[in-house]
């Protein structure tokens, strides 16, 4: 009797989103199909992924982010747990819907790569419901650099035959997803278990005009652009933030790649939490 108590016990913690002995996770899904959950309590801060990854890629900053703060992960489109694209969508709209579902009503937003681009739109768009945003390996819409994105030339008609296998495996041995050893296998469980986001028809989605390049200038809340000193690609978007958004402070991460807080957690967790306790 007490083995099936306990027993039904461990289901119902299982079916509400919760681990024993750990912090309790709350997990949903919106109206539109985006997968997030939501652990800690206290102000709200939002852990926005870059692209082919999923929300397990900040499995550590969830951690100690939640000791202090109510910490928010979801999937973008096409990505993780999150649906497909079957129509039109913008990330925007995504990560809109996640505030709302959650009644948030404003946040902090983290963002690397992909996610970076979104928080910088989010804080253009909607500045009142934006405390202020960390852009990390950052990529502004719009901006074009000198420093192509070192992808090798096999890339493209990989893409074109539909080989997804095939491009993530090429992704893999790129210095774009490149990490730390205790990170590696993360990532490219995350690369591959995301193809599917190669079947979606890029038309579907829809950016914010105008872009973010032409007005930088306009962003008003406080801005920690992050880059690894590695991540040659993205270092001009940095340097662009860094000098034209109002205030934005720029940290280069030694020995930091593109996918900086797989590269490098503590120099990550360091430059975050200076940020965050700074009034």
């Known amino acids: 009797m007490v083995n099936r108590t306990k027993r039904a016990i461990a289901l119902l913690v299982l079916a509400l989103g919760v681990s ?9 899904k ?3 199909g985006i997968a997030y959950d939501a652990r800690g309590s206290g102000p709200v801060v939002v852990l926005l992924t870059g692209s082919n990854l999923d929300r397990r890629m900040w499995n550590r900053e969830a951690e100690w982010l939640s000791k202090d703060y109510t910490v928010v992960r979801y999937d973008l489109r096409a990505h993780g747990e999150s ?7 913008s990330h925007l709209a995504d990560l809109i819907a996640v505030l709302d579902d959650l009644k948030i009503a404003n946040a902090t937003l983290i963002g690397l790569s992909a996610g970076s681009s979104i928080a910088l739109d989010a804080a253009l768009e909607m500045p009142a419901r934006v405390e202020r945003i960390v852009l990390a390996g950052p990529a502004v819409s719009g901006f074009v650099s000198k420093v192509p994105v070192p992808f090798p030339p096999e890339l493209m008609p990989t893409i074109q035959a ?3 296998r095939k491009v993530s495996e090429i992704l893999l041995t790129t210095p774009v997803f490149a990490s730390s050893p205790e990170s590696r296998e993360l990532v490219r469980q995350m690369v591959f278990e995301n193809e ?3 079947t979606v028809d890029r038309a579907l989605m829809k950016s914010t005009t105008p872009l973010a390049a032409t007005r930088l200038e306009s962003v008003r809340v406080p801005t920690l652009v992050l880059i690894g000193d590695k991540d040659v690609s993205q270092r001009e978007h940095a340097d662009v933030l860094g000098a034209r958004v109002p205030g934005a402070k720029l940290v280069v991460v030694p020995g930091g790649t593109h996918l900086v807080n797989l590269s ?7 430059a975050v939490r ?4 700074a009034r």
């Open 20 to 28: 024993v002995g750990a912090q309790a996770v709350r997990q949903g």
């Open 30 to 32: 919106t109206a539109t």
């Open 83 to 89: 649906d497909t694209a079957t129509k039109e969508f």
């Open 162 to 164: 539909r080989e997804w």
């Open 196 to 198: 599917r986001l190669w």
């Open 264 to 270: 490098s957690p503590k120099e990550f967790e360091a």
């Open 274 to 277: 200076a940020f965050l306790s």
